[in-house]
C-alpha cells in the first residue's frame, strides 16, 4: 500500500492485501510513505515485511522513529530518492533549478529554494570530495544501516548504475559518518 489514504480506511485496505497472501495471490505485503502509528496500527492485523520511506541525507527525519520501529519490529526498509530528487547528484545548480519547466515539482520543494537550497548545495560540494577521496557514491549513507535492505535508485547510464551497485559493498568509516553528519548539520 502506497499511501495511508484515506487514513481512516488504511486497517480495511490492509485487511484486502493480508487476504491476497492468504489466497496465495501473492507472498510478501508492504507499505510504504506510512508512520510508525500507522506501522503499529495494521501491524494489529498483520506486520508488514517491508516499509519504503523517503530517506537521504536531506530528508533524514527517516532515522529518528522510522527505523528504530523497523529494527524492533524485523520490518525490511526499501528507501526511495536517495538521490532527493537529484539534488545529491552533484550536477544540480541554481541555473538548472532556474530552467526547469514551471511544472517541475521540484520548483516548489523548500530543498531547491533557499535558504535550503543554498545548505544543500554547501552539502553537496563536502560530499564530492568525500566520495572522490574514497571512490564512493552518497548511495552508500542510506545503505550503511542494516535494516535498509535497498534503495530505489536511477541510473542513466552503465557507469551510473555500477557506481551505484558498488555503494551496497562499502562500509563507511565512522569518522566519515561524523564527517557526514557535520556537513548535514552545518
Not at 22 to 32: A, F, W
Not at 35 to 61: F, G, H, N
Not at 175 to 185: A, P, S, Y
Request: glycine share 6%; aromatic share 6%; proline share 6%.
Amino acid at each position: 500500500m502506497h499511501w495511508a489514504e484515506p487514513e481512516e480506511q488504511i486497517e480495511e485496505g490492509w485487511e484486502t492485501m493480508v487476504q491476497l497472501v492468504e489466497e496465495g495471490k501473492v507472498r510478501y505485503i508492504g507499505v510504504s510513505n506510512y508512520t510508525v502509528e500507522q506501522l503499529k496500527c495494521i501491524s494489529v492485523i498483520q506486520k508488514p515485511v517491508s516499509l519504503q520511506p523517503p530517506y537521504s541525507m536531506i530528508a533524514s527525519a527517516f532515522e529518528d522513529k522510522l527505523l528504530p520501529y523497523c529494527a524492533a519490529n524485523n520490518i525490511g526498509v526499501v528507501c526511495y530518492s536517495p538521490m532527493y530528487k537529484g539534488l545529491l547528484t552533484g550536477k544540480v545548480t541554481r541555473e538548472r533549478i532556474a530552467a526547469m519547466p514551471a511544472d517541475d515539482h521540484r520548483r516548489n520543494d523548500p530543498h531547491f529554494n533557499d535558504p535550503k537550497l543554498s545548505h544543500n548545495l554547501e552539502l553537496v560540494e563536502g560530499l564530492k570530495t568525500i566520495a572522490k577521496n574514497l571512490g564512493i557514491t552518497v548511495i552508500a549513507w542510506v545503505l550503511r544501516w542494516p535494516e535498509v535492505t535497498a534503495a530505489i535508485v536511477g541510473a542513466r547510464n552503465p557507469n551510473q548504475l555500477q557506481e551505484t551497485a558498488q555503494a551496497g559493498n562499502i562500509e563507511l568509516p565512522a569518522d566519515v559518518i561524523t564527517e557526514i553528519q557535520g556537513l548535514m548539520n552545518g
